[in-house]
């Protein structure tokens, strides 16, 4: 996917010539070590133009590998390097081209040397080609051979100028990336292949929070939400995923997609038969939507999310779900306690307060309880996940206070528990040998260890 938006620049680049063409006024100051070779189209002279710019120690040459590395201001990037915008940092990005070693090059406007590998060449290799480069000219052999090499490393002005032109026309923005995305997935002339790409395209891009928000004042939020209801089930897994991917951890996003109807949409796809890929990339769009979002929470136990989650769980082939949905309410039980607790050490304003309140209206426990979560999530300690028993056990816990009473005349949840306990014994000790103090067998062990006794009281 980022390939996509690499910008392969088979030529020598300097990262301050760029900064120069964005931000001119900042760059000026006393005159740079580089010289670049002017294209004057006049062999003879070879004219070299000092550019003002920064000072000498400023400019390093950037040394590429064949891993992208973020480039600084001052920067000059050796030729035969790729150059590309990371859409997530924001920063350029460079590593080494596919071509490797000197290669001389000339034209009509001028000549010079390109080193294609960084600057890690031989001095026997440099005089070589800088005697190609003199052979061309009429210009007695400048003594400073060695300056002239380096300043051969980079190309006519010109042709950079150009070069820089180019990289600013190909670098969309994101926001004219997206607009682009949207046309596509809105455009009824498209395929369902077509408008599935435009989603995972824009899917990547929302995980930035100002992509995201871009997304709703476009008016990109609202076709995503009505592709939830729309017919092809297809774009509605990929809209499903392009909302979570919005809403995670953007506030101002959740409220917007809240408001547009996503919370209702969502339910009606794990309410109604649908694919197991399709109420995954739901269940991911809800938890999203739900997380540090107490009016959400409360809007999703009026609408009888609850008691959908329920029955997902309870619907034969869909158990690769269970986890997922125990997790959403896990998450929730855990926010709302930790909310409680942090007010105790806070001095109390007014927007914890206010916090507070909007927790003690999401009333989950007693849902869970008349829904017959103290029978459902003990079902999922049969699995052989480790994973999946560790995150039914925390939930058991969470769920202590109001399932007591269940969990003691439960059976086969005493039966499962003296089952992993002797398990997990085991486990730990084949961790011990291997010298492993604080496992994660251990850890389970305390879990399974803690369910006994707390079940044990009266
Ligand atoms: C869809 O295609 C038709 C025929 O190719 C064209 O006339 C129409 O303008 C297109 N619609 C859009 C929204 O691009
Ligand atoms: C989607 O297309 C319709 C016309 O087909 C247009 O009215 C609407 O503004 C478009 N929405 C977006 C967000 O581009
Ligand atoms: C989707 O839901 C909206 C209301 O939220 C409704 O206007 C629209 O007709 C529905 N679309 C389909 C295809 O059912």
């Keep these: 996917m980022q390939n996509k938006w690499s910008i392969k620049l088979g030529v020598a680049v300097t990262f301050w010539l760029f900064s120069l063409h964005l931000i001119p006024a900042h760059t000026v100051k006393s005159p740079t070590a580089l010289s670049i070779k002017e294209g004057t189209g006049d062999h003879s002279k070879g004219e070299e133009t000092q550019l003002e710019n920064e000072d000498p120690e400023d400019l390093e040459v950037f040394r ?40 001389y090059w000339s034209d009509g406007n001028g000549q010079g040397m390109m080193n294609m590998q960084g600057p890690s060449y031989t001095a026997e290799e440099l005089k070589e080609a800088l005697k190609k480069i003199k052979e061309g000219m009429d210009d007695p052999v400048d003594k400073k051979q060695e300056e002239d090499a380096v300043r051969a490393q980079f190309r006519p002005i010109e042709e950079l100028k150009k070069d820089m032109e180019a990289l600013d026309m190909l670098v969309e923005t994101d926001v004219q990336v997206m607009r682009k995305l949207l046309n596509k997935f809105n455009n009824t002339n498209s395929t369902t292949d077509e408008k599935v790409t435009a989603l995972l395209d824009l899917e990547y891009l ?18 995503v939400i009505n592709a939830l209801n729309g017919t092809d089930i297809r774009l509605q897994e990929s809209a499903a995923f392009v909302l979570g991917s919005a ?14 109807g996503a919370l209702q949409k969502l339910l009606t796809l794990l309410a109604t ?74 001095i109390p304003d007014s927007s914890h307060q206010e916090r507070l309140r ?32 560790e995150k039914a056990l925390r939930t058991l816990l969470a769920m202590m206070a109001q399932c007591h009473t269940q969990y003691k005349q439960n059976p086969s949840l005493t039966a499962s528990l003296s089952e992993l306990q002797k398990q997990y014994q085991e486990l730990v000790l084949t961790e011990q040998d291997v010298g492993e103090q604080d496992g994660y067998f251990g850890e389970i062990l305390a879990l399974v260890d803690s369910m006994v006794v707390k079940m044990q009281q009266v």
Excluded at 209 to 223: C, E, F, K, R
Excluded at 358 to 387: F, I, N, T
């Design 247 to 260: 809403v995670s951890s953007n506030p101002s996003v959740q409220v917007e997609a809240v408001e547009g």
């Design 64 to 103: 590429p590998t064949d891993k992208w590395q973020t480039l600084k201001p001052g920067h000059a990037v050796p030729a035969g390097s790729h150059v590309r915008l990371n859409l997530q940092t924001g920063h350029r990005e460079v590593k080494m081209g596919e071509e490797e070693g000197l290669k």
């Design 358 to 389: 909007q927790y003690a209206e999401v009333s989950l426990l007693p849902v869970l309880v008349e829904q017959g979560w103290c029978r459902l999530v003990p079902e999922l300690l049969a699995s052989p996940e480790h994973d999946w028993r």
């Design 273 to 346: 038969q649908r694919p197991l890929a399709v109420k995954k990339k739901v269940l991911f769009a809800v938890a999203s939507l739900l997380r540090h979002f107490p009016f959400a929470q409360s809007y999703f136990l009026k609408l009888g999310g609850v008691q959908m989650l329920g029955e997902l769980f309870q619907t034969p082939g869909a158990e690769a779900l269970r986890v997922r949905i125990i997790t959403v309410l896990y998450d929730m039980i855990i926010e709302k306690e930790l909310i409680s607790q942090v007010g105790m050490d806070l």
């Design 206 to 223: 929302v995980h930035q929070i100002d992509n995201a928000q871009n997304l709703v004042s476009m008016g990109g939020m609202q076709l």
